[in-house]
Structure formats: structure tokens, C-alpha cells
């Protein structure tokens, strides 16, 4: 695809189908991602793409959790201040305000996308090392948007959601992943249902204006 239809499709996807990722793409798409940029070239980067019967029952254990409102714990929360300024506050509470508008009233859509990990094929969970300045969470950032603009142009649907990291036990568990590595974020992959009435378009939800974001200064 030409770099701006690949960057145009870049919506997320809250219900994939049942249709496996081949392996050879996941690992075409992570082996060009790590080309991304990093502060001095430092890779603190790890992606562990967790499939098949180990993301199988890793999304048993997460509905487990769900089902006993076990509150969310996800690793930055512990790292990272929680506390968000007025700026992106303000952006929130106006998505929060309008979100069961976009949805139509339909929150139990959202809802049961995200509590079904979205049927996703395939995870990327990326990782930092525990101790890492916030310099190595800005490049996590930079990956994760090179993997999924890369699996956009490989024809995939994907699905950034920290909802997916909420319970990081389990993610160690069943993606192999070290005590010293902070599980960061998690990209779902797959193909984009189409007919699923929680990736219909109308529920996209619009940026801010502009002029909001931008100012060029002579
Ligand atoms: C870091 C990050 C975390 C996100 N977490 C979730 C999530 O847990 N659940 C969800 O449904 N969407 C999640 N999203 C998707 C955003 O809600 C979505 O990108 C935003 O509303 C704009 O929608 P669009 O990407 O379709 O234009 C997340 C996106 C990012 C970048």
C-alpha cells in the first residue's frame, strides 16, 4: 500500500476473526519495526508475539480476573505517575462524555470486545527492562506505532489496548516474559471483522480541532 492509504487505515479493530496470522508475517512485521528509532540507539525494546494455544489460555485467565473484578494492576501503573494534566484530562472527559454517544448506547459492545481481548490472533506484548528512564517508554511508543503501521500494510486489522496488560502475572506467564522486564503495552492482531457491528465506522471518534494541537511559531 502506498504510505498514506497504510497510515489513512489507521483505526483500531475491536473484533478480529477466527483467521490465524501466519507466523512469517508477525515476524516480517517485528523484524522491520525494530528499524524504529531509539534515544542513542538503545533498543529497550522486547516484543513477545503470543499466539495459539498459549493466548488461548492466557485469555481464559484474564476472563477469570474479570469475572472476579479483580482490579487492573498494569506494570507502568506502579512505575509511571498516574497523575494526568488538565490538557489530556480535558481530551479524556470529552471522548468519556461523548463515548456512549459514538457508541450509540451501545457500551456493552466496547465493554465485551475489550473483556474478550477482541479476539485477537495473535498479542504483541512489548516490554522495557523494570529500571528504565522515561526515555525507554517514548521509544516503546515509537515501536509500537512502526508494528502497527507495518501489520496495517500487511493487510491486518490492529488493536492497541492497555486493557490487555491489566493483569501482567498472567502475561509473564504465558508469554514467557522476565520479572525484570515491565510488561508496557499490548498490540492485538488478526483480521478485521467486517461485519462486526463494533468496528463499523460510525463509532470512530473524531481528533481535536487543529489549530488546538498546532502552532507555528517565525
Ligand atoms: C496506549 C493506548 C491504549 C489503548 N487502550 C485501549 C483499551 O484498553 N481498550 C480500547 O478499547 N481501546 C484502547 N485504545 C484505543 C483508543 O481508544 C483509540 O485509539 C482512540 O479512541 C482513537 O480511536 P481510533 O484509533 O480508532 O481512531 C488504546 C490506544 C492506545 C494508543
Redesign the pocket.
Known sequence: MEFNDVYDH???T?KFTNRKVNEKVLARIVKKAQESPSLLNSQPWRIYMVTENALSSLKREVKQQLDENVKPHEDFATTLSLNWDSYPSQNMAA?GATLPYFFHNKMDL?KD??DTMFNAQAVAYLTIPRSSPAWSVFDLGILAQSIMLLAIDEGLGV??????VAYPEIVRKYGQIPEDELVG?AIGLGYKDKLAEVNDPKF??ERLPFEKVYKLVK
Open positions: 489507521e483505526r483500531v475491536r471522548v466496547f470486545a475489550n488493536m492497541p489496548a492497555h486493557s490487555m503495552m470512530f471518534p
